[in-house]
């Protein structure tokens, strides 16, 4: 199957500071880049949706102006937790769509956000 | 609004045993259907999907599932489950043509041999 890189695979940072984790399609190009949080002992929450070359379709409750996306290209997008607080420590998963031969979303390894 | 509800937090069986995880959805049309599965430290990974035609759906490692519509239910099998199982199982529907995925809480198995 197709493989899903994050990084960092877990950060610590202090309240304030700006966050970026990355996630890359290795060996295929994605149409569409999904953004997921997960709290301890729950489900994956989807965050946004994000389509590369144009601006993300947040969730409703998300805000857009915190959880900043940009999918640069077909492997790669980005989430920048701006000003980040202890209320943002989670878990972050990404995954890829590809259609085709695949028709479904291939999940990233998570990247695990701790603020102080 | 969509939802997916996975009735059991946590199941314990021992090697061999028979396995069933509870699966019901809530969606006001045509819906896809999936199960993944999160082996401790690694990243989700698709078990099996039902997308149309016949309802038992075979996947990898011995799982199948059924799609039962009229109870609105994709229900996880497993004949005979296997230390290497224990894992996190996720239920998630997608609406057919979205893209999107509403999972379930999640029901985490844990094999005894």
């Known amino acids: 199957g197709a493989v899903v890189s994050q990084h960092p695979s877990w950060v610590i940072c202090k309240s304030g500071t700006s966050v970026k984790i990355e996630c890359r399609s290795l060996d295929f190009q994605a149409t569409t880049m999904f953004w997921y949080r997960q709290f301890p002992k729950q489900s994956l929450m989807l965050m946004a949706t994000s389509n590369e070359g144009s601006k993300a379709t947040y969730e409703q409750g998300v805000e857009k102006d915190k959880f900043l996306i940009n999918h640069a290209s077909l492997t790669l997008s980005t989430l920048t937790v701006t000003s980040a607080h202890p209320e943002d420590s989670s878990f972050y998963i990404c995954?890829?769509?590809?259609?085709?031969?695949?028709?479904?979303?291939?999940f990233g390894p998570g990247t695990r956000l701790t603020v102080l | 609004a969509q939802s997916v509800s996975q009735h059991n937090h946590h199941v314990i069986l021992s090697e061999a045993a028979s396995l069933e995880l509870g699966c019901n959805y809530s969606y006001g049309g045509t819906v896809n259907l999936f199960w993944y599965v999160q082996y401790p430290g690694q990243h989700l990974q698709l078990l099996l999907k039902?997308?149309?035609?016949?309802?038992l759906v075979k996947g990898i490692k011995g799982f199948e599932a059924e799609f039962i519509k009229s109870k609105f239910s994709f229900n996880l099998r497993k004949p005979s489950v296997q230390w290497s199982d224990t894992a996190e199982y996720f239920c998630a529907l997608e609406g057919a043509g979205s893209y999107q995925l509403t999972f379930g809480k999640g029901t985490k198995l844990s094999v005894i041999p």
């Open positions: 995954s890829a769509y590809t259609s085709g031969s695949y028709n479904e979303q291939f």
């Open positions: 039902y997308f149309s035609g016949d309802p």
